[in-house]
């Protein structure tokens, strides 16, 4: 009875000693500091690991730029859409119902809404930003958006297609065996 519980306070110590080495230190723990600017020569057998500045992607920089505040020169994407797009008459002819960026973020097109009633029947065109006259509002942070062509003449314009991507096909990495499916019966009974 005296060596299984000797034993069993060895195995449990040594589990915990193990499970203890394992576990992170904790914050302000007396913890020993790390060597300063010393690395260990890599093993002959393991290749080198790659320097920090070959796994950043492309046009990363070593620290981020944060934007704190938004200026009274720029919009909120969010804000934007629903804008008000006026003709030269200053009536109405649609609203922003989206934006088109491009892949390094500058604004490619505004896509205009243009017609119908509560969204159908409605068709979508896309401009450059250069169309567009920026107009204040009634208030400081509103705004509307002018341009030189009229309601008609935006619905006889060529409708904007946002991009559909083909289905993907989905792929397991087998190919179905057909050499094990039952032969085919006739009503007649087997055919030889």
Do not use: C
Request: charged share 20%; no cysteine; hydrophobic share 35%.
């Amino acid at each position: 009875m005296t060596r299984k519980l000797v034993f069993l306070t060895a195995a449990s110590g040594l589990m915990l000693s193990v499970a203890l080495a394992q576990s992170p230190t904790p914050p302000g723990a007396n913890a020993p500091t790390p060597p300063a600017a010393t690395q260990a020569a890599p093993k002959a057998d393991t290749p080198p690991a790659p320097k920090a500045d070959a796994m950043k992607p492309a046009g990363a920089t070593d620290s981020a730029q944060f934007v704190t505040t938004q200026s009274p020169d720029q919009w909120l994407a969010s804000k934007f859409k629903g804008t008000n797009v006026l003709g030269p008459d200053d009536t109405k002819v649609g609203d922003v119902s989206d934006i088109l960026f491009t892949r390094d973020g500058k604004i490619h097109a505004y896509v205009i809404s243009v017609g119908g009633f509560l969204g159908i029947g409605s068709k979508d065109v896309a401009l450059a930003p250069d169309s567009f006259q920026v107009q204040p509002g009634q208030d400081p942070t509103d705004f509307r958006l002018k341009i030189a062509m009229s309601k008609e003449q935006l619905k006889d314009a060529a409708a904007f297609e946002p991009f559909k991507a083909p289905p993907r096909v989905p792929t397991t990495g087998m190919t179905p065996r057909t050499d094990r499916l039952p032969a085919p019966t006739h009503p007649g009974g087997p055919t030889q």
